[in-house]
């Protein structure tokens, strides 16, 4: 079994780059089939996600290779609208996003139940609501089969602002008949991502980064190459590592006005800040201080952020408070953190922090993808040797982190892990 072992105390330094956002690579790959062509997407994370979401589409009859190690080249003209329900998506929560793309090009879709971190019930009838206001049929069962004889448009207003429903009710009004309107839309990077790479294959898209998205159907898309964005969440991850170790680290190849909401929660916590084009200096000189969290969506503060800055706010003096408003269950890793010392009391969305002056390092789990990174960081800061199980949901997110951090001067190594090496076949013929 893969384990992540870590003798913590270093202060990081050292600048980082940053990967392409693995929340926008997994919408990203999928909307290519909206092609009946050729689309090359730069800036693909290499993360086990990825991995799945390629051999997902290999199944469905894609043609999908590495130009390099971080270029897709994607190929839809042979994509066969056959029942997904293979391994790969199973594991993903992402495969939801099948169901927007086959309808819309197809009509029909038949997609299994999607996997996924499992921090609470994790519902998607505002997908599927959203589908069948553009005319679509959906029966739900152990698999989704959604079917509609003409996609038109609709204006759809989310009762709960889920970026997930947002982007999936835009991957199938892309090609419907007429303008669907979505409101209270998620206003995430990534929903922007999706828009401008959706725009750039010819779609008609406007409104992305606001509550109101307005999407002009048109009768076929083409193919282009997209680049994309940095992952905002894996930059903020090494912003605490900065943070918890007393460190100094630039984060480069971002957007810094992504991080807006994480940057201020540093400085508020007493770290230094320093913002250039494409990359942020966080540097943490002086003991850090407690703060008040409460997570929403985007420009909100992110709840994928929630279980580092939790780590961070357990090593900092005073009592701090997380609200976590986005999801019912995602305090499910504070026992892995109280195995290491820390003091948080929890009473259903509210954790309350009191900061102590160590963490001891024992083994602890990596209960899903973020909270496996909230291990990482607590074994960064805390004495002795951290041992963190589990380590596959890491990989789902984070490039290459147990490298990162080694060239940022941490000792960290990772054992029984089998190699996910890309194979680059480079532009043939
Ligand atoms: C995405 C991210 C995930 C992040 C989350 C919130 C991906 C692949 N995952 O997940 O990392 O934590 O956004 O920023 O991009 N909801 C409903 N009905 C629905 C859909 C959602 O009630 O049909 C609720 C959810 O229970 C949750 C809230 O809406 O309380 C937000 O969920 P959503 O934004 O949809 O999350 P995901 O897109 O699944």
């Not at 008040?292 to 005073?318: C, E, H, N, W």
């Not at 820390?342 to 909270?371: F, M, P, Q």
């Not at 949901?393 to 940022?408: D, F, H, N, P, T």
Request: one cysteine or more; proline letters at 3%.
């Amino acid at each position: 079994m893969e384990r992540i072992y870590i003798n913590g105390g270093n202060r990081l330094h050292g600048k980082v780059e940053i990967s392409g956002a693995k929340n926008a690579a997994v919408a990203l790959i999928p909307a290519a089939l909206l092609a009946d062509d050729v689309v090359e997407l730069e800036n693909v994370p290499h993360i086990a996600d990825i991995s799945s979401m390629v051999s997902v589409l290999k199944d469905l009859g894609v043609s999908i290779h590495y130009l390099d190690e971080h270029t897709l080249r994607i190929d839809s003209r042979g994509l066969v609208n056959r029942p997904a329900d293979s391994e790969g998506v199973r594991k993903m929560r992402a495969s939801y996003y099948l169901l927007g793309v086959l309808l819309g090009r197809f009509g029909s879709a038949d997609v299994v139940f999607p996997g996924g971190c499992n921090f609470g019930i994790r519902p998607i009838d505002l997908h599927l609501k959203g589908f069948e206001s553009l005319g679509a049929t959906v029966e739900a069962k152990d698999r989704i089969q959604v079917r509609a004889e003409h996609l038109h448009g609709a204006n759809i207003f989310l009762d709960v602002v889920s970026v997930g429903a947002t982007i999936n009710i835009m991957l199938a009004a892309v090609l419907a008949d007429g303008t669907t309107v979505i409101s209270n839309a998620a206003k995430e990077p990534h929903v922007v991502d999706t828009a401008n790479f959706l725009n750039s294959m010819g779609a008609n898209i406007s409104g992305a980064g606001t509550d109101r998205i307005v999407i002009r159907g048109v009768r076929r898309l083409h193919g282009t190459t997209y680049q994309i964005i940095p992952d905002q969440i894996e930059a903020g991850t090494y912003m605490v590592a900065a943070a918890i170790t007393g460190g100094d680290i630039t984060v480069r190849n971002i957007i810094p006005k992504h991080m807006d909401s994480i940057s201020a929660k540093l400085l508020d916590m007493g770290a230094f800040i320093e913002e250039f084009d494409d990359a942020i200096r966080v540097c943490a000189p002086e003991p850090l201080k407690d703060t008040v969290i409460k997570t929403a969506p985007y420009p909100g503060f992110p709840t994928d952020m929630q279980p580092q800055f939790m780590t961070l706010m357990s090593v900092v003096r005073g009592t701090s408070i997380i609200t976590e408003n986005v999801w019912d269950n995602r305090f499910q890793y504070v026992t892995q953190l109280h195995k290491l010392g820390a003091d948080i009391s929890v009473d259903g969305r509210v954790a309350v922090v009191k900061g102590v002056d160590h963490l001891d390092g024992c083994e602890v789990e990596a209960t899903d993808l973020r909270a496996g990174a909230a291990m990482v960081l607590a074994g960064l800061a805390a004495r002795g040797t951290t041992v963190i199980t589990n380590v596959k949901y890491i990989s789902r997110g984070y490039e290459a982190m147990v490298q990162k951090l080694v060239q940022l001067g941490a000792d960290i190594r990772l054992e029984g892990a089998a190699a996910d090496p890309i194979i680059v076949e480079g532009r043939v013929g």
